[in-house]
């Protein structure tokens, strides 16, 4: 079965400085990979998704993500925060074939200080 | 653009009522999906549906039952509501079952 971890709760950052957030999925297969963005009273927005190919996917906002099959990894990067970027970031795995549910993280609160 | 629209927003049920929550999609997705959020948890799958008159079982169905009339509008019914079942409530659709899933602005359901 398909799980995801985000090791992170809250993750606290200064206007300007780089990002990661740490994503680490569990599945025997091919993943395919997302990362959401909830603001807060909204529903969640894809950020990006892995299906195949170049393991470093670009997002909007200047967001990218790559994925580490060896790590089982996909975390968030971004090279400079905004104070608007302070949301829940949720990653999330579905498999490429079988059961194709969609599992969520638990999310990592992410807070920008001006 | 794609659209996902939720009803009502918010609402406010008494313990033992029956609630209903209805969401729509102009998207012309086959699947449609109900997801529970709890304060501080991602989202858990109550409910989906890959085809109209026909619902699924997620990971947490209990109390909870689901209705897909149409492509566009898939309900969620709650027949006897319980304090626990106070949360955001989610409905997404997707192209298919592996796609990226398109959210809804969520309902905010207090069970009182």
């Known amino acids: 079965a398909q799980s995801v971890t985000q090791p992170d709760a809250r993750v606290t950052v200064s206007e300007g400085a780089s990002l990661q957030l740490r994503c680490k999925y569990s599945?025997?297969?091919?993943?395919?990979l997302f990362w959401y963005v909830q603001y807060p009273r909204q529903g969640l927005q894809l950020l990006l998704k892995?299906?195949?190919?170049?393991?470093v996917v670009q997002g909007v906002n200047g967001f990218e993500a790559e994925f580490i099959k060896s790590n089982s990894s996909f975390h968030l990067r971004k090279a400079s925060v905004h104070w608007s970027d302070s949301a829940v970031y949720f990653c999330?795995?579905?498999?490429?074939?079988?059961?194709?549910?969609?599992?969520f993280g638990s999310g990592t609160q992410l807070t920008v200080m001006p | 653009e794609a659209a996902v629209t939720q009803s009502p927003r918010s609402k406010v049920a008494v313990t033992g009522g029956k609630v209903t929550l209805s969401c729509h999609q102009t998207?012309?997705?086959?699947?449609m999906y109900w997801y529970r959020q709890d304060t501080g948890h991602g989202l858990r799958l109550i409910h989906y549906?890959?085809?109209?008159?026909?619902?699924e079982k997620g990971d947490i169905p209990d109390g909870y039952k689901a209705s897909r009339p149409s492509q566009e509008n898939f309900s969620l019914i709650l027949e006897l509501a319980s304090l626990s079942q106070t949360a955001v409530y989610f409905c997404?659709?997707?192209?298919?079952?592996?796609?990226?899933?398109?959210f809804g602005p969520g309902t905010r359901l207090t069970v009182l």
């Open positions: 997404a659709s997707s192209g298919d079952g592996y796609a990226e899933q398109f």
């Open positions: 599945y025997s297969g091919t993943p395919y």
């Open positions: 892995y299906y195949s190919g170049d393991p």
């Open positions: 999330a795995v579905s498999a490429s074939s079988g059961s194709w549910q969609l599992i």
């Open positions: 998207n012309n997705h086959d699947y």
């Open positions: 549906s890959y085809v109209a008159d026909s619902t």
